[in-house]
């Protein structure tokens, strides 16, 4: 195995390249391939391992999780928030508090702006970088666009800022070369900006499709989401069909003047070692009566809210109700309906509109009772 998954190191004699930033489907209308193309390309080149960035959303990560596993490759989770100002910035988890945090990030962002879009706010970063690695992003991060304009001053204090904010070792300046013509002109700016802080350079390719020949799909997909044809969305689409998952010897020569950018992926993958976890949520424990169980407390809030609902309750509704109870006990989703009951309880005693989802009959009878 390349990737000696015991032990979570990589050999870099073995491999020379991890793509750490990386688009499926999933961010919508951007990315063309699905997370399960994206990770059988990845395993075809013997990468061990991809990160998924999608755009200011972590929908796909339970798809691309399971296709990587079942296909040997190690998946890194991340996403590519979108920042006050519209800059871009590419996060992966290093662990579970690094997930929780990047998870926060998102949801911050999403309510900071027009449903369908993000925007995090300014301060939104502090406090919740601790389990995170960033780096600097595409040509719409803060320091490569600022450097595309000649305003180096201004790229250095962003990536300063952006330095201080995740420390050392956990921000990298982001190298991409995508044949355009003045993308040597903002690596060499981009690599003597990370030697002048001290920080690490890293190469990827803002992959938006797994396979070189899928970049019109991509471009047709972007001209709907802006709503125009292809006629008219030069600006919009991509500038050429660069986009796509690289192997470690296409990626070679487009960084020949800075090897260290493609081993530095290595060091990287190295570090992100958080795996979803499958099963029941983490939830808060429902506060209950000493001595009684989730389930015991859920059987009384029902038995108290069947004469409110149906009088004198009839014995087919007593059974129904004993058997959707044993069918959430025997689920272990007592403490889950107590808490979603306590939600609506909450919203309706303060006027807030709300509206459950499901059809459990014991969520239905405890949730009904409140309305009296």
């Known amino acids: 195995m390349i990737w000696q998954a015991s032990s979570g190191i990589c050999s870099a004699s073995m491999t020379e390249f991890i793509e750490l930033h990386c688009h499926s489907n999933l961010s919508l209308l951007d990315g063309a391939s699905h997370p399960e193309d994206l990770v ?15 755009h200011d959303a972590v929908y796909g990560v339970a798809r691309f999780a399971r296709a990587a596993q079942a296909q040997g490759v190690r998946p890194i989770l991340g ?3 979108t920042l006050a100002g519209g800059y871009h910035l590419t996060l992966l988890a290093r662990d579970s508090a690094g997930w929780g945090d990047l998870c926060a990030l998102i949801s911050l962002a999403r309510a900071n702006a027009p449903k369908g879009q993000a925007e995090l706010p300014t301060n939104g970063l502090e406090g919740r970088t601790a389990g995170l690695i960033a780096l600097s992003g595409c040509r719409k991060g803060e320091v490569a666009s600022m450097l595309a304009r000649r ?24 190298l991409q070369n995508h044949l355009l013509p003045d993308d040597d002109f903002l690596v060499g700016e981009l690599a003597g900006l990370a030697r002048e802080i001290g920080a690490g350079i890293v190469a990827t390719n803002n992959v938006h499709y797994a396979a070189r020949d899928a ?3 991509q471009d047709v997909l972007v001209c709907i989401k802006h709503g125009v044809t292809l006629d008219t969305s030069e600006s919009l689409r991509r500038p050429n069909s660069e986009y796509y998952l690289k192997s470690a010897q296409q990626m070679t020569p487009l960084f020949a003047a800075y090897p260290e950018a493609l081993s530095n992926t290595l060091r990287i993958a190295e570090q992100c070692d958080f795996a979803l976890e499958y099963g029941l949520q983490d939830l808060p424990e429902f506060p209950r009566p000493d001595g009684q169980t989730a389930a015991e407390t859920l059987r009384g809030l029902c038995a108290k809210s069947l004469p409110a609902i149906y009088g004198d309750a009839p014995s087919t509704v007593i059974t129904r109700l004993d058997y959707e109870l044993d069918v959430i006990g025997r689920g272990g989703l007592a403490n889950y309906f107590l808490i979603v009951w306590d ?10 509109r709300c509206q459950g989802r499901g059809g459990e009959f014991a969520c239905r009878v405890s949730i009904e009772y409140l309305a009296d």
């Open 40 to 54: 059988r390309r990845a395993a075809e080149m013997g990468m061990p391992a991809l990160a998924l960035t999608d």
């Open 79 to 81: 996403a590519e928030l």
């Open 151 to 174: 305003g180096r001053r201004g790229a250095l204090a962003a990536a300063r800022r952006t330095q201080a904010l995740f420390g050392k070792g956990q921000f990298w300046i982001e």
């Open 215 to 217: 970049h019109r799909l």
């Open 343 to 352: 939600i609506v309880r909450y919203a309706r005693e303060n006027g807030i």
